[in-house]
């Protein structure tokens, strides 16, 4: 009796210690040796391999995205594991080339110029900073998700997520409605921050012998995205494109409420006025000016929209099925792990690292260093044609400025690359300080080499300071994909490798607050700007003229504004001789800020020290 309860015993504790391994899918069985005297020893180890194995994960979706299918064969070469988190990153970059349609969807409705009821350049250029902020607080949020169900699965959620943003940002712009294209910006951003760090902590495994190349090219695909993104949105818009209805450039216009409108079949439709300067910035040929009907046309954004998202969820999810990380413990052949970075005790917790003063003082000088590189960023393909096209109209065309925009693109890509590399060279804290000094003479440039392209547009050096302006501003954009592409391996020197995937999740905060501090910033300075500029226009026009262009007195000039009806070109067409146009100089002020923000960052930067050892895990 006293065996049989015994056995009873050893029975229930084996069956409970099953239960335990199985929920971690094991099916080894430590107790066998202390009770192989029992004569149910072998048909409980049996019972406890079956139980385990019938618990193992199971089905399609598993097998293809489960923890397991992300370890590689040890046979696996690692360099083909650039081409999926490439090409993620490639996709995830689209909200660097946002101002490519951004001009656009102020004139949706108007299509040539913008009428009333369209979206200002702001409301239309924030997508992109929700994009990206949404992005980095999901990539802070689902860090320690994306490590848990592994970089497949976060992949593939993300990619899913990533492209039916697009589709519903596609149905906001199809029915003008604000809100519903934030929404599908949000959820891209969701998207982008589930598949955002995931390959590129695989990338840092596969390479801990080059941690800064492997994460600068991994990030230089995000950094290239507007590559893609502008000449497919460029190709599709001008494919799904129509047309409004020209009215000539003499018609009966009413002006109401500060819209202009015409008596057409009984009813009063809005029309706009396209001078011959606001179609030179239109990638369409063959207008004249004069009189729009509005909502007569399409600029076709909806459509291109929702087909780039489409091939935006097929490109990440492909992805996700190519990735792989390396076997544990993986090392590359003829690499020894120096001995601190070998050691168990030389990484820092996710948890423990906000509180370090090096995350707080290399996060507020990652921040300030890409906040003028986001805002540059944000207008690429508007500044340039505000700034160069009225001056130079033969050499600034709107092809000039997607090229100009595809530039800062290749700009990005190259500092992305070119930074991760010299990092590796000269170390992270040295190309930081590259980049917090070298950025303060480049914006504080710009506003010169403006005033002397200005001075003489016509003359033989406006075209070299033109280049340099523009080199200037791509040089601009390579800090700000240098700071991207280094921060990865920044971290892994400062914080060691282990957790860097779920760490830099919080170092992409970075990149939230500096792109919705930077596009808000130039912006708002701009807008201001603006409206300096044109109060000193209407102190200066002669009131007849104004009231035979627009049809009202000089005292609703306001109405006009607000309507969109008057705006600084339409104003220079009728202003006295020798009035100097002041578009090419509303950024100005935005230059000097973003240099004494970066002046700022240089003396952050220097305090960046190494993390003391108090804040590391012990072995």
């Not at 015994?6 to 391994?21: A, F, G, I, P, V």
């Not at 108007?110 to 997508?127: C, E, I, K, M, R």
């Not at 590359?332 to 050691?343: D, F, H, L, R, V």
Request: charged share 15%.
């Amino acid at each position: 009796t006293k065996l049989i309860l015994l056995d009873s015993l050893l029975q229930e504790m084996t069956m409970l210690h099953c239960r335990k391994l199985a929920k971690i899918g094991s099916a080894s069985f430590p107790m066998k040796q202390s009770i192989s005297g029992s004569k149910y020893a072998v048909s409980m180890v049996r019972a406890c391999s079956s139980n385990a194995d019938a618990n193992k994960p199971s089905g399609f979706l598993e097998k293809t995205f489960g923890l397991e299918s992300n370890t590689a064969d040890p046979k696996t070469n690692r360099w083909s594991m650039f081409l999926p988190a490439f090409a993620t990153h490639v996709c995830l970059g689209a909200p660097y080339g946002w101002s490519a349609i951004s001009a656009a969807l102020t004139r949706e409705n108007g299509l040539v110029v913008s009428a009333a009821s369209d979206w200002s350049l702001d409301l239309a250029t924030y997508p992109m900073s929700l994009m990206i902020a949404a992005g980095g607080l999901s990539a802070a949020l689902f860090g320690k998700w994306t490590i848990k169900v592994g970089v497949r699965k976060a992949m593939a959620t993300g990619g899913i997520l990533y492209g039916t943003g697009f589709g519903l940002s596609a149905i906001g712009v199809m029915n003008h409605n604000l809100p519903i294209l934030y929404a599908g910006n949000l959820l891209c951003g969701i998207g982008y921050g589930c598949a955002y760090t995931p390959p590129i902590q695989a990338l840092i495994d596969w390479f801990p012998d080059k941690k800064g190349l492997a994460s600068g090219l991994v990030i230089a695909g995000f950094g290239s995205g507007a590559l893609f993104f502008t000449p497919m949105m460029n190709m599709m818009t001008s494919k799904f494109s129509q047309m409004p209805t020209y009215l000539g450039n003499s018609v009966d216009v009413i002006v109401e409420g500060g819209k202009q409108f015409v008596s057409m079949g009984g009813q009063m439709k809005e029309v706009v006025y396209a001078t011959a300067g606001d179609l030179a910035k239109l990638p369409y040929d063959g207008l004249a000016e004069g009189f729009y009907l509005v909502d007569s046309g399409n600029t076709g954004v909806a459509l291109s929209l929702a087909a780039i998202g489409a091939v935006y969820t097929s490109m990440v999810f492909g992805s996700s099925l190519l990735i792989r990380r390396p076997p544990q413990g993986y090392l590359p052949e003829g690499y020894t792990p120096p001995k601190t970075e070998a050691a168990g005790s030389s990484n820092v917790h996710v948890d423990t690292v906000l509180k370090t003063p090096q995350f707080w003082f290399l996060f507020t000088t990652s921040t300030l260093l890409a906040t003028g590189g986001m805002g540059l960023m944000s207008v690429a393909k508007p500044m340039i044609q505000n700034v160069f096209t009225d001056a130079m109209p033969a050499l600034v065309t709107s092809s000039f400025a997607s090229a100009y925009l595809m530039a800062m693109a290749a700009g990005n890509l190259a500092g992305r690359l070119g930074w991760a590399a010299v990092s590796d060279k000269i170390g992270r804290r040295n190309t930081f300080h590259i980049f917090t000094l070298g950025s303060i003479p480049i914006f504080g440039a710009l506003p010169y080499l403006i005033t002397q392209c200005m001075t003489d547009p016509s003359g033989p050096l406006a075209p070299y300071y033109l280049a340099a302006f523009c080199g200037s501003t791509v040089a601009a954009i390579t800090v700000m994909g240098g700071v991207f592409a280094v921060l990865p391996a920044y971290e892994a020197d400062l914080y060691g490798p282990k957790y860097v995937g779920a760490i830099h999740g919080r170092f992409l905060l970075a990149a939230t607050v500096s792109t919705i501090v930077g596009p808000g910033l130039l912006l708002n300075l701009r807008k201001l700007a603006e409206a300096d500029a044109l109060k000193d226009l209407l102190a200066k026009v002669d009131p007849v003229a104004f009231t035979e262009k627009f049809g009202v007195d000089i005292s609703q000039a306001q109405s006009l504004i607000e309507a969109k009806t008057l705006t600084i070109s339409k104003l220079m067409t009728i202003m006295p001789p020798g009035t100097i146009d002041p578009s090419p100089f509303l950024y100005n002020n935005t230059m000097y800020t973003m240099a004494g923000l970066v002046a700022t960052a240089s003396a952050l930067h220097f305090m960046v020290r190494p993390v003391s050892k108090k804040y590391f895990e012990k072995v």
